[in-house]
């Protein structure tokens, strides 16, 4: 069989600041948002940072970044996708000059990346905004965010440009509807924030993205920018052609970013949204002017696709992921309720694909699942079949998309080591191939140790994918 992936794909992991690294207060930083949600985006956040909350210590990338790198080289990682910490390098955000120490600290970890041959994929923001621009600012709802973080995006453009190519503006940028806090870092409580202020919030970074691109092709024109999108294709419920156009209007809420980041223009039917949401967006010439400056890449982040219907009575709520969805009948779930859809990954690409003829990246998929330890010939490790079953089962439909004719760039499996999870800030449910020893309670030794999947993922990569049959 001809392999389909193509030679130079660019095979990895994918991880985020806030989850990861840990070491909140070290070397300068301050909180982000993040550090103030010790239950994830169910709960209020609380006032100041918790000895409770798991992300304050993560897993302790900040200080094990070079065995933790060592591993996903042993793997044989071809791209690994992590984030910078908004508040590492402005420690408030809106400060003028940088923070030298939190700067260096990103220097070494492109010093480990490099001296494995690992090309770095670098997240801009990923759900971690500085706690003081969520206070003081309420996030992105205020237009002096663009400013801040076009000074941050520049920084880290100048002073990593000539080490890192690929570079994504916001983490799941379309999730802000849905979790203002977490991702766009705005304080004012969900139920209380007034659609203006969300669509306004939501223009904001949408003209910050574009600036990012803007000022990254200025500095260098080399460099490749992309969005990132929360895929999530979405079926009718039955045939009724009213439920064929309710998944179609589900689906545009997530297709209206990738057509303004690729089109550089807002599509007719999300204007018709605001009117008829009330909602006038000030929009300045400027801000349409740097709309323009479309990106040269689409990422995306796929986990479970959903169901949608005209008809009240049948929507039943999945859990789904960030964005819910009604559960489909015929697929079968993760144990937090994320419908498991290989077949959907390939309905993404196609769909990514004929709509923006821009070249696709996966940078984020994978199963969060509760792992047991055992020993194995003297060795521990985690018996996770369930999990190999899942990754390969996604990639061959990612071959059957590359086989459609999709450009796919890369595939980054989400949390390739242990991480705390975004959605409920637990530790006990880990994407890894590589178990992290640390519990919900907060207790463990933080070693790691190789899971089933580890060796898995190796072999597919060594084959450049020829190994999935
Ligand atoms: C995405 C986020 C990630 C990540 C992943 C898994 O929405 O971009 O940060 O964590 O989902 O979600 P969770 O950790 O909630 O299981």
Same mark, same amino acid.
């Given at each position: ?8 794909f660019l095979w990895g992991g ?18 982000? /948002?993040?550090? %103030?949600?010790?239950?994830?985006? =169910? &709960?209020?956040?609380?006032?100041? +940072?918790? @000895? ?120 799941? /940028?379309?999730? %802000?509807?849905?979790?203002?806090? =977490? &991702?766009?870092?705005?304080?004012? +409580?969900? @139920? ?126 999945g859990e789904g992921n960030l ?5 489909? +009948? ?8 994320w419908q498991i859809d290989p ?127």
């Amino acid at each position: 069989m001809i392999n389909r992936f193509p030679d130079g794909f660019l095979w990895g992991g994918a991880v985020a600041a806030n989850q990861y690294e840990g070491g909140y207060l070290e070397g300068g930083k301050l909180p982000s /948002i993040q550090d %103030v949600m010790p239950r994830g985006i =169910m &709960s209020p956040p609380t006032d100041e +940072p918790t @000895e409770d909350n798991l992300k304050l210590k993560g897993v302790d990338f900040y200080h094990r970044y070079a065995d933790d790198i060592a591993l996903f080289a042993e793997m044989g990682f071809k791209v690994f996708r992590f984030s910078i910490a908004w508040s590492r390098v402005f420690p408030l955000g809106d400060e003028e000059t940088p923070n030298e120490e939190g700067l260096e600290f990103y220097d070494r970890v492109l010093d480990e990346l490099e001296k494995h041959g690992i090309e770095p994929l670098v997240t801009i923001s990923h759900y971690e905004t500085p706690l003081h621009l969520a206070k003081t600012y309420d996030g992105w709802t205020d237009r002096r965010l663009i400013a801040f973080y076009e000074r941050y995006a520049r920084t880290l453009f100048e002073r990593y440009g000539d080490r890192v190519k690929y570079w994504l503006t916001f983490n799941e /940028i379309n999730s %802000v509807a849905h979790a203002p806090l =977490m &991702s766009g870092g705005i304080w004012t +409580p969900k @139920e209380q924030l007034s659609a203006t202020d969300l669509y306004q919030a939501i223009h904001h970074e949408l003209v910050a993205s574009a600036s990012a691109t803007k000022i990254a092709h200025e500095i260098n024109p080399d460099l490749m920018i992309g969005c990132m999108i929360l895929s999530m294709p979405t079926y009718p419920l039955s045939p009724d052609p009213a439920d064929v156009w309710e998944a179609k209007r589900a689906e545009r809420e997530n297709y209206a970013f990738g057509d303004i980041h690729c089109r550089g223009t807002y599509p007719g039917y999300y204007l018709r949204q605001l009117r008829e949401l009330g909602v006038e967006l000030e929009i300045t010439d400027e801000d349409r002017e740097i709309l323009t400056h479309t990106v040269d890449f689409v990422s995306f982040s796929y986990y479970a696709s959903a169901c949608a219907t005209a008809d009240p009575a049948k929507r039943i709520k999945g859990e789904g992921n960030l964005l819910g969805g009604i559960a489909n +009948p015929t697929l079968t779930a993760s144990e937090w309720g994320w419908q498991i859809d290989p077949v959907g990954l390939r309905v993404v690409l196609n769909d990514f694909w004929d709509r923006w003829q821009k070249p696709l990246f996966i940078v984020e998929n994978g199963l969060g699942a509760k792992d047991v330890l055992v020993e194995v010939d003297g060795v521990m490790t985690v018996e996770d079949d369930y999990r190999i079953a899942y990754l390969r089962d996604h990639l061959a439909q990612v071959g059957e998309a590359i086989a459609d004719g999709v450009e796919l760039w890369g595939y980054t499996w989400w949390g390739p080591i242990d991480v705390v999870s975004a959605s409920t800030a637990q530790l006990s449910k880990r994407y890894g191939f590589i178990y992290v020893d640390r519990h919900d309670d907060g207790s463990g030794s933080l070693a790691r140790y190789k899971k089933k999947s580890f060796d898995a993922y190796r072999e597919i990569i060594a084959s450049n994918g020829a190994s999935l049959g």
